[in-house]
């Protein structure tokens, strides 16, 4: 007897456990770049594809971010914040080509796919496809209040999203890099959301020095055109 329980579910993708394999339905596959590469960061084995695309994983778990986070006692290891920061890297490259970007974060826009029991072999991918945007010329034109209202919500921001007070409102791509500096110091240390650079040194004392650190530093510049995507 087969048994296929739904574990995850947005407006474009649901996921669904049958057996030992996972099941990705997804309902809005125009951003074909980035869900190509998405589906080469997690392994797919099968993918099918007409009005919708089918794809089947094989792994030992998937959770949400908060659930790993929570399983962490709020604190993810280098290792994971290392693999969320390259993978989201690949795919906001990758959704770029697709003309789409992404201008604000949740913990619950990511799953981790645990290929084994351990929780070792892991991969971090943003999944909500619901918050992709048009994107022209590196800048997102949000023209209504309620689109404005909606970017807001998001629980990782970038302050010229926070603070804008204009209606249309052109945001640099970059507002995501922000964001996700924000999030990765958040999982670190389970501290308040920062806004300051300054606070984002101090917070993230436990890596100074690595890769990493530097990786998120360049995320978390005031000035978007300063900021940089870049693990080196």
């Not at 125009?30 to 392994?43: E, G, Y």
């Not at 908060?66 to 993810?76: F, M, V």
């Not at 926070?162 to 999982?187: A, E, M, V």
């Not at 389970?190 to 990493?212: A, G, T």
Request: hydrophobic share 35%; with cysteine.
């Amino acid at each position: 007897m087969y048994i296929i329980m739904p574990i995850y579910t947005n407006k474009n993708v649901e996921i669904s456990k049958k057996n030992n394999k996972y099941q990705f339905s997804i309902k809005d596959v125009k951003a074909k770049h980035f869900w190509n590469t998405t589906l080469n960061i997690i392994d797919f084995k099968e993918k099918k594809t007409n009005k919708n695309m089918i794809v089947t994983i094989e792994a030992d778990s998937i959770e949400t971010l908060p659930s790993l986070l929570k399983t962490k006692s709020n604190k993810l290891s280098s290792r994971h914040i290392i693999n969320l920061f390259k993978c989201f890297l690949k795919q906001i490259n990758s959704l770029e080509k697709d003309n789409l970007g992404i201008h604000n974060l949740d913990l619950n826009d990511f799953i981790i796919v645990n290929k084994d029991e351990n929780r070792y072999n892991a991969n971090i991918i943003f999944i909500n496809s619901s918050k992709f945007t048009d994107l022209k010329n590196n800048f997102f034109l949000l023209k209504t209040p309620s689109e404005i209202n909606q970017a807001i919500k998001g629980q990782f921001i970038s302050p010229e999203l926070k603070n804008n007070k204009n209606i249309p409102f052109k945001l640099h791509k970059s507002t995501i890099y922000y964001s996700i500096g924000q999030l990765l110091t958040y999982s670190i240390n389970n501290e308040n959301i920062l806004n300051e650079k300054k606070d984002f040194e101090v917070s993230l004392e436990s890596i100074y020095d690595s890769k990493i650190y530097y990786a998120i530093m360049r995320c978390i510049e005031i000035n978007p055109r300063e900021r940089y995507y870049l693990y080196i």
